[in-house]
């Protein structure tokens, strides 16, 4: 069965930093491009940023550049996200997807809070 | 960046009636070298997450219901229910990967009448 599973998530204080970990099963984790996607409560889908298979391309969207990292561990089956200097407005679940196009696969997502 | 707009933001409708969403994008994602629309359909539920329904615009993923149907190019998309059922209440989005950064519509909830 393809799954993906986020890890990580939690509490933090603004200006904080967390790992979110997303554990890939069920296929061939480097043959896929990998995304994350973020979902504040009550609110819209917004795509965060997306890496290579083989981790040779990474882009994120403008409100997180320089301050969130994604990366893949293809030994691991595993896609980090590393989220510095959080603010409250990053307060939203946070969902890794497959795929570089169309996202054919989610994960159940992972709440970050970001509050004092 | 390419804005996605839905319309309408939400929609009721009886069941085994027709509901229809319009997807509208700021700029054509159809890439012409190859005549595909990149546009994605999504289903979500309470709780759950999104639920690919269809991809390049109109290619339905498997195992999503032929009640669904996905239409439309450049910039005007429609998902449509052609007989709405109980679980099919969700919210849906449509998403486009032409470029960086993918974007997604607002969303439209759907629930029954």
């Known amino acids: 069965e393809v799954q993906l599973v986020e890890s990580g998530g939690g509490l933090v204080q603004p200006g904080g930093s967390l790992r979110l970990s997303c554990a890939a099963s069920g296929f061939t984790f480097n043959n896929y491009w990998m995304s994350w996607v973020r979902q504040a409560p009550g609110k819209g889908l917004e795509w965060v940023a997306n890496?290579?298979?083989?981790?040779?391309?990474?882009y994120y969207v403008d409100s997180v550049k320089g301050r969130f990292t994604i990366s893949r561990d293809n030994a691991r089956n595993t896609l980090y996200l590393q989220m510095h200097s959080l603010r409250a407005e990053d307060t939203a679940v946070y969902y890794c997807?497959?795929?570089?196009?169309?996202?054919?696969?989610w994960g159940q997502g992972i709440l970050v809070t970001v509050s004092s | 960046d390419i804005v996605m707009t839905q319309s309408p933001d939400s929609l009721a409708v009886s069941l085994g009636e027709r509901a229809t969403i319009n997807c509208k994008s700021s700029q054509s994602v159809l890439y012409s070298s190859n005549n595909k629309n990149y546009l994605a359909w999504y289903q979500q539920k309470p709780g759950q997450p999104p639920k690919l329904l269809f991809y390049?615009?109109?290619t339905r993923e498997s195992g999503v219901p032929d009640r669904f149907s996905g239409s439309g190019s450049g910039t005007d998309f429609t998902l449509t229910i052609s007989s709405l059922q109980a679980e099919d209440v969700a919210v849906y989005y449509c998403h486009q990967y032409y470029n960086t950064p993918r974007t997604f519509g607002q969303g439209t909830k759907v629930e029954i009448k």
């Open positions: 390049w615009a109109s």
């Open positions: 997807a497959r795929g570089v196009y169309a996202f054919d696969t």
């Open positions: 890496i290579k298979e083989d981790g040779g391309e990474i």
